[in-house]
T-cell receptor, first 115, second 111 residues
Framework: EAGVAQSPRYKIIEKRQSVAFWCNPI?????LYWYQQILGQGPKLLIQ????????DSQLPKDRFSAERLKGVDSTLKIQPAKLEDSAVYLC?????????????FGPGTRLTVT | LAKTTQPISMDSYEGQEVNITCSHN???????ITWYQQFPSQGPRFIIQ???TKVTNEVASLFIPADRKSSTLSLPRVSLSDTAVYYC????????????FGQGTTLQVKP
């Protein structure tokens, strides 16, 4: 079965510019997650969707970050405007069940560099 | 979610057995213990999950003592390709599935 797909793999932008990341989860997976991983740290959850509804966005900087999951499948994460501290790898993950502590399948991530 | 503590780094040699211990003193009755592995430039990958005693799969074994305040991930006969960061996580099967990653243990396998 195909894994979680993400694009682009790499992105370099200047501060105050905007950027968008795309994620296609594993087919049939109800839950989708976006994580931010800063170099040397573990991933930090930004937002969790169940189908196309938001379950948890408590750690999403809502003044600059936004995310949507259209039709409960693909998702996009946007940053506008970007700051230097947003330089990180943005990981998308999905899991098959809609609730519970289920195994999460991660994509390869998008490495963002803000200059 | 229970906080976990694990060594920042470990070194080993090819062919050795590696044991990584994770401390989770505040684990709750409903909490399960899960380990993820992350290679450079890749997302984390699920390795193993358990509640008590011993769990074994084709990749690793997970040992959990009776008090469940710690757990040990055992990797048999490691190879260079096992060089990665290993994360220990504790969470409730009844919650939303939120994972809180710590800094993990960086395992370096040497030839």
């Amino acid at each position: 079965e195909a894994g979680v797909a993400q694009s682009p793999r790499y992105k370099i932008i200047e501060k105050r510019q905007s950027v968008a990341f795309w994620c296609n989860p594993i087919s049939g997976h109800a839950t989708l997650y976006w994580y931010q991983q800063i170099l040397g740290q573990g991933p930090k959850l930004l937002i969790q969707f169940q189908n196309n509804g938001v379950v948890d966005d408590s750690q999403l900087p809502k003044d600059r970050f936004s995310a949507e999951r259209l039709k409960g499948v693909d998702s996009t994460l946007k940053i506008q405007p970007a700051k230097l501290e947003d330089s990180a790898v943005y990981l998308c993950a999905s899991s098959p069940r809609s609730a519970g502590w289920d195994e999460q399948y991660f994509g390869p991530g998008t490495r963002l560099t803000v200059t | 979610l229970a906080k976990t503590t694990q060594p920042i780094s470990m070194d080993s040699y090819e062919g050795q057995e590696v044991n990584i211990t994770c401390s989770h003193n505040n684990i709750a009755t409903n909490d399960y213990i899960t380990w993820y592995q992350q290679f450079p430039s890749q997302g984390p990958r699920f390795i193993i999950q358990g509640y008590k005693t011993k769990v074994t799969n084709e990749v690793a074994s997970l040992f959990i003592p009776a008090d469940r305040k710690s757990s040990t991930l055992s990797l048999p006969r490691v190879s260079l390709s096992d060089t990665a960061v290993y994360y220990c996580l504790v969470g409730d099967h009844g919650n939303t599935g939120k994972l809180i990653f710590g800094q993990g243990t960086t395992l370096q396998v040497k030839p």
